[in-house]
């Protein structure tokens, strides 16, 4: 049973053109979600951490949200730049350090 | 800034053989970590170490793999016989404490031949 789940799998907007990703999850406790970035052939590169429901982080043109059950990545006015791939994990209370990840959402921004 | 560095970036070797993959963590990190991704798939947690030991280890991380640090800077992995299905993107992480985020490095593109 997948613990994470990410949708789309793979999203293509224009410069310009915001809208969010998705990360479902489901665990018995939450120690944590991560969003990290991956570009092709690179490792992940760590964007934000959320601890608990209703926690919000920003970086330039991304917002991380939170709730019980989902986790939201929201592009606004994206940038050729930003393509990439989107990665979500959990950490769980029962499953000390380890990180499980979703299978990830490919970003293309065309300009 | 600080990183996590792997070498080599890419290792080619044949069946049976043993590798050796090797990370250097951030400086001031206490956790340590190896991930694998295999082509087109999610990355999957192999290994934890703190205190130079293995806190906790995956399904996937059976008696072929074994992980040391040598050293006050060295992380390595070490996979004994290797078999076609270990062909994947190999990841060393570190972090700071027990709350902290994990860093992740490059990576090693393994192919077995």
């Known amino acids: 049973e997948d613990q994470v789940t990410q949708s789309p799998e793979a999203l293509r907007l224009q410069e310009g053109e915001s809208s969010s990703l998705n990360c479902s999850y489901t665990?018995?406790?939450?120690?944590?979600l991560f969003w990290y970035r991956q570009d092709p052939g690179k490792g992940p590169e760590f964007l934000f951490t959320l601890y608990s429901a209703g926690e919000e982080k920003e970086k330039e043109r991304l917002k991380a949200t939170l709730t019980k059950k989902e986790s939201f990545l929201h592009i606004t006015a994206p940038k050729p730049e930003d393509s990439a791939t989107y990665l979500c994990?959990?950490?769980?209370?029962?499953?000390?350090?380890?990180?499980?990840f979703g299978q990830g959402t490919r970003l293309t921004i065309n300009p | 800034e600080p990183e996590v560095t792997q070498t080599p970036s890419h290792q080619v070797t044949q069946m049976g053989q043993e590798v050796i993959l090797r990370c250097v963590p951030i400086s001031n990190h206490l956790y340590f970590y190896w991930y694998r991704q295999i082509l087109g798939q999610k990355v999957e947690f192999l290994v934890s170490f703190y205190n130079n030991e293995i806190s906790e280890k995956s399904e996937i991380f059976d008696d072929q793999f074994s992980v040391e640090r040598p050293d006050g800077s060295n992380f390595t992995l070490k996979i004994r016989s290797t078999k076609l299905e270990d062909s994947a993107m190999y990841f060393c992480a570190s972090k700071q404490g027990v709350l902290y985020e994990q860093y992740f490095g490059p990576g090693t593109r393994l192919t077995v031949t």
């Open positions: 994990a959990v950490r769980e209370i029962q499953g000390a350090q380890k990180l499980v």
């Open positions: 665990v018995s406790g939450l120690r944590g």
